[in-house]
C-alpha cells in the first residue's frame, strides 16, 4: 500500500489466521484511520474479528527503498524458503537483481 503517494508498505490480510500484519520499513505503526478501514473491510467479508501483527520486513537505510523492502517482506512471508529478507547493506544489490530480472522478462 501507498501512504500519502510518498511511501510503500506491506499489509497481509491473513483470513486463515484472522491477522492483519503490517509492515513498514522506516518503522511507521498504522494509523488509526487505516485500521479502521482494514478492520471494517475484513469483518464485512469475514464476520470475524481480526488482530494486528507486525510483518517481518528490512529496516530502510536511505530514502528510496521502500517499495523493494515492502515487496520483499510480503514475497518473504508468502515463500519464506525462496525468499529470504533483504539484508540492509544489500540493498543496492538487490535493486540491480530485481531491474536484471525485468530486463530479462522484456527481452524474453
Not at 506491506?10 to 492483519?20: G, R
Not at 464485512?44 to 517499495?67: A, N, P, V
Not at 524458503?81 to 537483481?97: F, G, N, T, W, Y
Request: charged content about 25%; overall charge negative; hydrophobic content about 40%.
Amino acid at each position: 500500500m501507498n501512504l500519502d503517494n510518498k511511501h510503500w508498505v506491506a499489509i497481509v490480510l491473513d483470513f486463515e489466521n484472522s491477522e492483519i500484519l503490517y509492515s513498514d520499513s522506516m518503522g511507521g505503526e498504522p494509523s488509526k484511520d487505516l485500521k479502521e478501514i482494514l478492520s471494517w473491510w475484513t469483518h464485512i467479508h469475514s464476520g470475524r474479528k481480526f488482530m494486528y501483527g507486525e510483518l517481518e520486513i528490512t529496516s530502510q537505510q536511505d530514502s528510496l527503498s521502500c517499495g523493494l523492502l515492502a515487496w520483499n517482506a510480503l514475497a518473504h512471508w508468502s515463500l519464506p524458503h525462496k525468499h529470504v529478507l533483504i539484508d540492509a547493506q544489500e540493498v543496492d544489490d538487490a535493486r540491480l537483481k530485481v531491474m536484471l530480472k525485468v530486463i530479462d522478462c522484456h527481452n524474453d
